[in-house]
């Protein structure tokens, strides 16, 4: 059975509420003959305003109170709520500006607004995909488990090394020894080390070499077994590493700009009431 998503909330309760929102407004903005060109100063605009900005107050409320609640059900709701009216929120301070877009304090709380809507949504794409992946990537086993598994694999190759002397052994000490999992921005988020030291060590034992010694030769195809587990167990990690990046790197642009758009939007009332 399909487990339903936040979206598919009490059958799409705050879908049927943002649509009848959007309806109402759309066809008010449509209907509407002002004696000018819409803009947010008609009686019209206005409404739509005023609307939004109730919206918005309500979108940040709605921010807090979930993060706040610990009960299943109802921070779904809640969290469906957030989205329907995120996106009926976006439409209507599009129709109450009239389309009408400038360099002031007016068109910074909208595009203020814009920014912190789409890194809503793109917060929700991640949620509703990255879960999946995780337990798809991770299976039954912890973060740690990895980390327990990789220092197992590097001590059994440590102890195996002094048989390959070189070049090729000298890259198998900086395999163990250099190893990490995380890093940079680009790393964090990616999952990618372009230069892991693992890797370059695994090329290096793919070399053929010119000593016929077949003992060597064996510890070499060892290590490279050894290696070669480490490096998928690596990938593993550096996956679930980059997933948990991922959806604390989205709140850290959407929060900023909730409060942004916040400010900027007590400044576009105190603009519009005081200083027309």
């Not at 509420?17 to 060109?37: G, Q």
């Not at 790393?187 to 053929?208: F, I, K, M, V, W």
């Amino acid at each position: 059975m399909r487990r339903r998503t936040l979206l598919e909330f009490a059958r799409f309760r705050y879908l049927k509420v943002a649509a009848l929102l959007l309806a109402l407004s759309i066809a008010a903005y449509a209907l509407d003959r002002p004696p000018v060109a819409p803009y947010g100063g008609t009686w019209l605009g206005y409404a739509l305003g005023t609307a939004a900005a109730a919206l918005m107050v309500f979108q940040l409320w709605l921010g807090v109170r979930r993060r706040h609640h610990r009960g299943g059900g109802r921070l779904e709701g809640w969290v469906s709520a957030h989205v329907y009216l995120g996106v009926a929120l976006m439409v209507l301070a599009t129709l109450h500006s009239g389309f009408q877009i400038g360099w002031n304090i007016h068109s910074l709380a909208y595009a203020l607004m814009l920014g912190m809507v789409i890194t809503g949504l793109y917060g929700l794409y991640l949620y509703l995909r990255i879960p999946r992946l995780m337990t798809a990537n991770m299976g039954d086993e912890s973060f740690a488990d990895l980390l327990l598994k990789i220092a197992d694999l590097d001590e059994r190759a440590r102890e195996r090394v002094d048989q390959v002397p070189g070049a090729t052994g000298d890259a198998v000490i900086v395999a163990i020894e250099c190893t990490t999992v995380g890093g940079g921005l680009f790393r964090l988020l990616s999952g990618r080390h372009p230069d892991c030291p693992t890797r370059q060590a695994l090329l290096r034992l793919q070399e053929p070499g010119d000593d016929p010694d077949t003992t060597r030769a064996a510890h070499q195809r060892e290590l490279y077994s050894l290696l070669l587990r480490k490096e998928s167990l690596l990938l593993r990690a550096r996956r679930d590493v980059a997933y948990r990046a991922r959806l604390d790197f989205w709140l850290f642009l959407h929060a900023p700009l909730a409060v942004a758009t916040f400010a900027a939007l007590v400044a576009h009332v105190v603009a519009t009431l005081f200083y027309r």
